[in-house]
């Protein structure tokens, strides 16, 4: 079971799988990290609320466009921690793990690298960090709470067949703006440790970077596992 069962009666070769995790997590970092990158510095006076609210719909708009792009080919994970949290839960196979999140490192850094041949000057690539005054032990509790709303909601939208069907894309979508309204001030939102990995490994910025593997991991698990505790099937 992946976030977006696929619609032929089995699942492609893992290599097909793998490659469509790898170019759904491009499109996720290079629109998402691309509009922090575009956006920061872009908007004149006090305008933070807007800058804010550009990169929270590129991450948004981006991942649903990956998902509906991959979805019924590999189910449209694009993120270690769900495909973590999504096999804690029963809902991958064990043996997939390593292949999917490899893809999805692989992506994200050739995402990053793309975005620094566009913006060769930009002093980062959308980097993630905690915030002056916000403290590692708060942020890494930002991370786990925004990963764990972040997969409720993917396992109730992408698992539960009484959710309306077609939509879930555009909920995880929506959930993902969301999240980055919150966490943007805060840590710069990654809940998504390939997202976190690509940009810290091109620009060489490795602030905090296990708070970005351990919240998201940790928190996503967690949010998998409460959605299955409030459902009354196990289908």
């Given at each position: 079971?992946?976030?977006?069962?696929?619609?032929?009666?089995?699942d492609?070769?893992?290599?097909?799988?793998?490659?469509?995790?790898?170019l759904?997590?491009?499109?996720?970092?290079?629109?998402?990290?691309?509009?922090?990158?575009?956006?920061?510095?872009?908007?004149?006076?006090?305008?933070?609320?807007?800058?804010?609210?550009?990169?929270?719909?590129?991450?948004?708009?981006?991942?649903?466009?990956?998902?509906?792009?991959?979805?019924?080919?590999?189910g449209?994970?694009?993120?270690?921690?769900?495909?973590?949290?999504?096999?804690?839960?029963?809902?991958?196979?064990?043996?997939?793990?390593?292949?999917?999140?490899?893809?999805?490192?692989?992506?994200?850094?050739?995402?990053?690298l793309?975005?620094?041949?566009?913006?060769?000057?930009?002093?980062?690539?959308?980097?993630?960090?905690?915030?002056?005054?916000?403290?590692?032990?708060?942020?890494?509790?930002?991370?786990?709470?925004?990963?764990?709303?972040?997969?409720?909601?993917?396992?109730?939208?992408?698992?539960?067949?009484r959710?309306?069907?077609?939509?879930?894309?555009?909920?995880?979508?929506?959930?993902?703006?969301?999240?980055?309204?919150?966490?943007?001030?805060?840590?710069?939102?990654?809940?998504?440790?390939?997202?976190?990995?690509?940009?810290?490994?091109?620009?060489?910025?490795?602030?905090?970077?296990?708070?970005?593997?351990?919240?998201?991991?940790?928190?996503?698990?967690?949010?998998?596992?409460?959605?299955?505790?409030?459902?009354?099937?196990?289908?």
């Amino acid at each position: 079971m992946s976030t977006i069962e696929p619609v032929e009666p089995t699942d492609p070769p893992i290599a097909k799988r793998a490659l469509a995790e790898a170019l759904g997590t491009f499109i996720l970092v290079f629109l998402g990290c691309g509009s922090a990158v575009a956006l920061t510095g872009a908007v004149p006076g006090d305008a933070a609320a807007l800058q804010y609210t550009g990169i929270a719909l590129g991450f948004g708009l981006g991942i649903a466009g990956a998902i509906y792009a991959t979805g019924h080919i590999s189910g449209g994970h694009l993120n270690p921690a769900v495909t973590i949290a999504l096999t804690v839960i029963g809902r991958h196979k064990r043996e997939d793990v390593l292949p999917y999140v490899g893809a999805q490192f692989l992506g994200a850094t050739v995402a990053a690298l793309a975005l620094k041949g566009v913006f060769p000057h930009a002093d980062g690539l959308g980097n993630n960090a905690v915030a002056d005054g916000v403290g590692v032990g708060s942020g890494l509790l930002v991370e786990a709470v925004l990963s764990a709303i972040f997969l409720f909601v993917i396992v109730s939208v992408a698992t539960d067949r009484r959710v309306t069907p077609g939509f879930a894309a555009l909920a995880i979508g929506f959930t993902l703006a969301g999240i980055h309204l919150v966490g943007i001030p805060l840590t710069g939102t990654s809940v998504n440790p390939a997202r976190t990995f690509g940009p810290d490994l091109i620009a060489w910025k490795w602030d905090d970077i296990w708070v970005f593997f351990v919240g998201p991991i940790v928190g996503a698990s967690v949010g998998a596992v409460l959605y299955q505790a409030v459902r009354p099937d196990r289908v």
